[in-house]
């Protein structure tokens, strides 16, 4: 099973820094997304492009995690010659993360 299979995320930007919020589409599969998305695991999914930390916060109320990756676009909007300088795009690669908490 995948993120895909019981989450949708959204990601954005400001500056250097990118947002991503991943969040259960039933309430009952936030724990296994709460257990499984870690900071660091989160970091190591995007190693190359997040050069930077990862703060996680949990939003259990909303049954969402919320990560912050710090000098994640290369330098921002205006400074980047990346093709996703927003960082829309990082919300589909974390849907991709499979949810066996034994598996990169």
């Not at 695991?41 to 492009?49: E, L, N, P, S, T």
């Not at 330098?75 to 034994?102: E, M, N, P, Q, Y």
Request: hydrophobic share 45%; glycine share 8%.
């Amino acid at each position: 099973m995948k993120v895909r299979d019981i989450a949708l995320a959204r990601s954005g930007d400001k500056g250097n820094r990118a947002t991503l919020s991943v969040i259960a589409l039933d309430p009952a599969h936030y724990p296994l997304l709460e257990r499984v998305l870690t900071a660091e695991r989160v970091r190591a999914h995007y190693a190359g492009v997040v050069l930077g930390e990862v703060r996680r916060y949990t939003l259990e109320h909303l049954g969402a995690v919320h990560f912050v990756m710090n000098d994640a676009l290369a330098g921002g909007v205006t400074r980047s010659l990346a093709l996703d300088a927003h960082g829309k795009t990082l919300a589909f690669a974390i849907l991709d993360v499979s949810l066996d908490s034994d598996l990169p």
